[in-house]
C-alpha cells in the first residue's frame, strides 16, 4: 500500500466518507452475502487518509473532533455496516495514545497512522465473569532484559485481521491493565477468522492467539491510568457505537424509501396506482423518519457533550459526555433494529427475497447492538438525572 493521503480538515474528512461510503455501498450486499472479506475496501480506507483524521495536529493530523469523526462513522454505516464496524476500535486506540502514551510512543505510532498504517484490537475474552474481567497476562521477559511477554486468548478482535497492529489489553503483574501495541506479524500472535455472526458478517471479529509474545518495554501503555481521574474512554467508543447504529438506521430507511418507490405494489383497496401514495405507507415514513432524525439529532448532541468535555474535562463534564451518549446510544440502537424490520414492513412480500440482501441491515442491526446492554445506559441516565448520581469511570460509558 502507497503512503496515504493526509486529510487536512473535517470539511475534507466529510467530503472523502461520503465519497467512500458511495463507493462502497455498492458491492455491500454482495460481500455481506457471500461472506467476502473486504480487503480491497480497507486499503482504500487505509489510503483515503481517513483513519488518521483524529491524530494530533502537534504531529501532522487533521485533530477532527468527535462531531466530525461521529458522522465519519454514521456515513460508512450507512452504506455498509461492516465496514464501519473494522475501524472502531482504532481511533479508540489512537485515543489511548493520545491520552497515556509517552512523547516517543506517540510520535512514533501517530507517524504510523498518519502513513495509514491500522490498528485492530484484542480486548475481550470469552470465558470470564464479565466483559472487563481479563486474563490475559503481560510478564516479564525471563531474560530480566526490561521486555515482556504476553500469553493469552482473545475473541472478538474487529480488525485484527485486517490491522498492522494489534492494541492488547492485558493485566500486568501489578495486576492492572495495560495496552501492548504489538506487529500483526510478530512471532506468537495467531489471529484465525472464526468470526461466524449472523450480522456484521464481514467484519472478521475472530480470535487472537498471543503465545509467549515478545513486546518491548516501549511498545507498552498504562492504560489503568485512563481511569484514575475524568476520562473520556468510554464515552469516545461509545459515540462511535452510536454512530454505527444512527448509521444502519438511515440506510434501512434509504433502502425501504428506494423500494417502495420503484419495486412495491400498493395494496389494491387504497385505491392508488404508486405504493408510495398509500396514505398509509406515508404516514409510517412519517414515523420512522423521526426516529431515525431523533437518533441522528442525539447523535450530534452527544458529539457535542464529548468536545465540550475534551475542551474542559473534569468530572462534571465527563458525566455530561457520558449521559449524553448514552441516551444517543440507547435512541439509535433501538432506531437501527426498528429500521431493520420495518424495511420488510413497508415494501412488501417481494423484498423479502434472499438475493436483495435486505436482511442484512436486521441483521447487522441485531447484532451491533448486542455490544452492551442499552437497559444499563437508561439506568444510569435515570440516576443521574433523580439523584445527580454520576456514571462509573469504565470503558463502556
Not at 509467549?212 to 457505537?241: I, K, Y
Amino acid at each position: 500500500m502507497s503512503r496515504a493521503h493526509i486529510v487536512t480538515d473535517g470539511s475534507e474528512a466529510l467530503a472523502v466518507a461520503s465519497e467512500l461510503a458511495t463507493e462502497f455501498r455498492k458491492g455491500a450486499a454482495e460481500r455481506d452475502a457471500g461472506r467476502r472479506l473486504p480487503h480491497s475496501e480497507v486499503d482504500r480506507l487505509s489510503a483515503s487518509g481517513l483513519l488518521a483524521v483524529t491524530v494530533p495536529a502537534e504531529h501532522g493530523g487533521a485533530d477532527v473532533g468527535a462531531g466530525t469523526l461521529a458522522e465519519v462513522f454514521r456515513l460508512l454505516a450507512a452504506a455498509d455496516a461492516s465496514l464501519a464496524q473494522i475501524p472502531q476500535n482504532h481511533f479508540v486506540y489512537v485515543n489511548v495514545l493520545r491520552a497515556q502514551g509517552t512523547a516517543a510512543q506517540r510520535e512514533f505510532l501517530f507517524r504510523e497512522v498518519l502513513a495509514g498504517k491500522r490498528f485492530g484490537n484484542a480486548q475481550s475474552e470469552a470465558g470470564t465473569r464479565h466483559v472487563l474481567d481479563i486474563r490475559t497476562r503481560l510478564d516479564p521477559a525471563p531474560d530480566g532484559g526490561g521486555s515482556y511477554r504476553l500469553t493469552g486468548v482473545k475473541n472478538y478482535c474487529t480488525g485484527a485481521l485486517f490491522a498492522d497492529w494489534i492494541p492488547v489489553l492485558a493485566r500486568a503483574a501489578d495486576d492492572r491493565l495495560h495496552v501492548a501495541y504489538v506487529p500483526r506479524d510478530a512471532p506468537g500472535v495467531t489471529v484465525v477468522d472464526d468470526w461466524d455472526g449472523m450480522g456484521q458478517r464481514t467484519t472478521a471479529s475472530g480470535t487472537v492467539r498471543l503465545d509467549g509474545v515478545s513486546v518491548p518495554a516501549d511498545r507498552v501503555v498504562p492504560h489503568h491510568l485512563t481511569f484514575e481521574g475524568p476520562q473520556l474512554h468510554g464515552a469516545f467508543g461509545q459515540l462511535l457505537h452510536a454512530a454505527i447504529d444512527a448509521g444502519i438506521a438511515s440506510g434501512a430507511l434509504a433502502e425501504a424509501v428506494d423500494f417502495v418507490r420503484t419495486k412495491s405494489r400498493p395494496w389494491f383497496e387504497s385505491g392508488f396506482e404508486s405504493a408510495a401514495d398509500d396514505p398509509l405507507l406515508v404516514q409510517r415514513f412519517g414515523e420512522l423518519a423521526i426516529r431515525v432524525r431523533a437518533a441522528e439529532a442525539l447523535l450530534a448532541e452527544a458529539a457535542r457533550a464529548v468536545d465540550t468535555a475534551r475542551a474542559g474535562l473534569t468530572d462534571a463534564s465527563a458525566a455530561e459526555a457520558s449521559i449524553a451518549v448514552a441516551a444517543a446510544k440507547v435512541t439509535a440502537a433501538d432506531a437501527a433494529v426498528e429500521m431493520g424490520s420495518a424495511l420488510f414492513e413497508v415494501s412488501g412480500t417481494r423484498s423479502a427475497l434472499d438475493g436483495l440482501g435486505l436482511h442484512r441491515h436486521w441483521r447487522d442491526a441485531r447484532t451491533h447492538t448486542l455490544h452492551d446492554p442499552g437497559r444499563w445506559k437508561v439506568q444510569h441516565i435515570g440516576r443521574y438525572v433523580l439523584n445527580g448520581t454520576r456514571p462509573p469511570r469504565h470503558g463502556l460509558l
